[in-house]
């Protein structure tokens, strides 16, 4: 692995690192043998090309992963590249519960790491959703049909401010849970106040 690549931050991650070690040190073999470069970013070793993200290394309870940045412009041929949640629009992960799947695998990862990296010299960007095209929640339209400062309000913050509101008010499975939910934040939306300000 080419030791100019190396940081040192990520020799002190691994130090401390007592779940998943051996398997985050197979993946970091693996990313370097492609001649990217790693530091840390989000507290999680992170792999760029000419300073543009590419793949991160994180370790979960149930499973440790790679996590490819614009996972979402990757052909996956294997099937294996996982969406964490419907509300994730670009990255994408590879999840592994040992190490003996990662060394099975090393030939089918730097292929997809290499995609990765073309992605990124051709400068390809994931279409993001716009905010509008997130679905309102009944609950929160009929609070702005009661309370027409509010909906202005919620136009005026930003995109992502309201994309949290949206997405944390929606999560409830329950109308009367969003209800609560809602009313519990209209002070703050009135406010110009995002959900975690």
């Known amino acids: 692995m080419p030791e100019s690549n190396k940081s040192p931050k990520v020799d002190g991650f691994l130090r401390k690192a007592t779940k998943w070690k051996e398997e985050f040190e197979a993946l970091r073999a693996i990313v370097l043998d492609c001649n990217l470069t790693e530091d840390i970013k989000w ?22 992963a790679f996590l490819f940045h614009k996972g979402a412009l990757l052909q996956d041929p294997h099937e294996i590249l996982i969406q964490q949640t419907e509300n994730v629009q670009a990255d ?72 949290a509101y949206i997405y944390y008010f929606s999560k409830a499975k329950q109308s009367k849970t969003r209800e609560a939910r809602i009313e519990k934040y209209v002070p703050q939306i009135l406010e110009g106040l995002g959900l975690n300000d």
């Not at 990296?117 to 702005?144: H, R, S």
Request: hydrophobic fraction near 35%; aromatic fraction near 10%.
């Open 43 to 64: 507290m999680h070793p992170c792999y760029m090309y000419e300073n543009k993200n590419v793949v991160l290394i994180h370790g979960f309870k149930e499973y440790c």
């Open 92 to 163: 994408r992960q590879i999840r592994f519960t040992n190490l003996q799947q990662i060394v099975d695998m090393e030939a089918i990862l730097k292929s997809y790491i290499k995609q990765a990296i073309e992605v990124e010299k051709a400068g390809l960007t994931v279409k993001l959703k716009e905010t509008n095209e997130y679905p309102i929640p009944d609950e929160l339209q009929q609070k702005f049909e009661e309370i027409p400062a509010l909906k202005t309000a919620f136009e005026e913050l930003t995109p992502g401010r309201q994309r």
